[in-house]
């Protein structure tokens, strides 16, 4: 079964910067690769970057000179660094992996809520 | 970037009604869009791929069409379960867009 699963802290401070993990399984990030997608709280999706399967990466212009994505693949897990927190950056932060056709977004994990405030 | 705009911003059906939702790209896609069903507190999950294409396990009340910059999804027969917020996506050219969304709701 394929299931992916973010982690990170809940709260960050203003100008600090957000580290998120998402953890995989059923499937390897070798073969398939691993999308970011934000939604702040009662608004819509925002696409962030990805990590494509052969360990390249592609970033949204809007966020490119803030964000990292990387990857340990020993441990099925991308890991994503974004910097200099605003109160704009308050959303749900989603991973998310396409099934067979590799431009929809099949798998999604839970989310999670991160806040940034004082 | 290519902007998705989508229309209704909300909507309210009774049970058993056909709606549509409207979603038009600045640009043409080529059909390289998706829709989304989101319910409150959940993740998004993908009901149309392709423009046209079911996923897997999704009622088939569920269609999708359009080419160009112009596409529809289309839910049949309106059902409490469908209530939710609804979201297209192209997929074309980087960055991925989404529209806005729509907030369905049962009458």
């Known amino acids: 079964e394929v299931q992916l699963k973010e982690s990170g802290p809940g709260l960050v401070q203003p100008s600090q910067t957000l580290s998120l993990t998402c953890t995989v399984s059923g499937f390897s990030l070798t073969d398939y690769s691993v999308h970011w997608v934000r939604q702040p709280p009662g608004k819509g999706l925002e696409w962030m970057g990805v990590m494509w399967s052969g360990g390249s990466t592609a970033y949204n212009s809007a966020l490119k000179s803030r964000l990292s994505i990387s990857r340990d693949t020993s441990k099925s897990q991308v890991f994503l660094k974004m910097n200099s927190l605003q109160t704009e950056d308050t959303a749900i932060y989603y991973c998310?992996?396409?099934?067979?056709?590799?431009?929809?977004?099949?798998?999604w994990g839970q989310g999670t809520l991160v806040t940034v405030s004082s | 970037d290519i902007q998705m705009t989508q229309s209704p911003a909300s909507l309210s059906a009774s049970l058993g009604e056909t709606i549509s939702i409207e979603c038009l790209a600045s640009?043409?896609?080529?059909?390289?869009l998706a829709w989304y069903q989101q319910k409150p507190g959940k993740s998004p999950q993908l009901l149309i791929y392709?423009?046209?294409s079911l996923q897997a396990g999704v009622p088939s009340r569920f269609s999708g069409s359009g080419s160009g910059t112009q596409y529809s999804l289309k839910i049949s027969s309106m059902q409490p379960e469908d209530e939710g917020d609804y979201f297209c996506?192209?997929?074309?050219?980087?960055?991925?867009?989404f529209g806005a969304g729509t907030k369905l709701e049962l009458k």
């Open positions: 996506q192209q997929s074309y050219k980087f960055p991925y867009t």
């Open positions: 392709g423009a046209n």
């Open positions: 640009e043409g896609i080529s059909s390289y």
């Open positions: 998310t992996r396409p099934g067979r056709e590799p431009h929809w977004f099949a798998y």
